[in-house]
């Protein structure tokens, strides 16, 4: 179970990558840093500050290959 315990906004002091797009995050930029507890372990997010982040949403075929690979497995 995941318990958030703080959440920041920060300005870079050097390179991060995002973890909602994998897109990388420079110094100078604003992102959001979450820091949670996990299974028992600290874990550390880094998300573009909203509404930087260029997340798409899933494409329709990714989808339909998601689904039919769970039913095999």
């Known amino acids: 179970m995941a318990r958030v315990l703080w959440e ?17 995050i420079y110094p100078g930029n604003v992102y959001t840093r979450i820091v949670m507890r996990m299974n028992g372990q600290l874990e550390v997010l880094r998300e573009h500050y909203n509404p930087d982040c260029p997340r798409e949403e899933p494409d329709a075929e990714d989808l339909k290959v998601s689904v039919a690979y769970q039913q095999v497995a």
């Open 8 to 24: 920041s906004t920060q300005k870079a002091r050097k390179t991060h990558t995002c973890d909602l797009c994998s897109d990388w």
